[in-house]
């Protein structure tokens, strides 16, 4: 398991990492997706062992996954720009 949380672990650095470098945009569907992904994956490294001194780890990733749904939700219901030829 710890294979799977350290994984998870490198998934939301380097996303993180993309994001500040500009490479990856921060509202797109593949990020929050991703960053879900990563957390998902922490806590099931953490949730497998766990004990309550892991309580703060387990809080923690699971906001980011909350934070990480609500980004894919707002991603698939915005509504998209009109281009510049259906402007009247």
């Known amino acids: ?3 799977i949380g350290v994984s998870g672990a490198f998934l939301t650095t ?3 990492w993309m994001m500040t470098s500009e490479r990856m945009s921060a509202n797109s569907l593949r990020f929050y997706g ?3 992904l990563g957390a998902f994956m922490i806590m099931v490294s953490v949730i497998y062992n766990f ?3 892991d ?3 387990f809080v923690m ?3 980011w996954l909350i934070v990480s749904i609500i980004g894919i939700v707002k991603v698939l219901t915005a509504k998209r720009k009109p ?3 259906e402007v009247f």
Request: charged fraction near 25%; proline fraction near 0%.
């Open 34 to 36: 991703l960053n879900a």
């Open 51 to 53: 004990d309550w001194g």
């Open 14 to 16: 380097f996303l993180y």
């Open 61 to 63: 990733e699971l906001s």
């Open 1 to 3: 398991m710890a294979v």
């Open 55 to 57: 309580l703060g780890g």
């Open 83 to 85: 281009e510049r030829d």
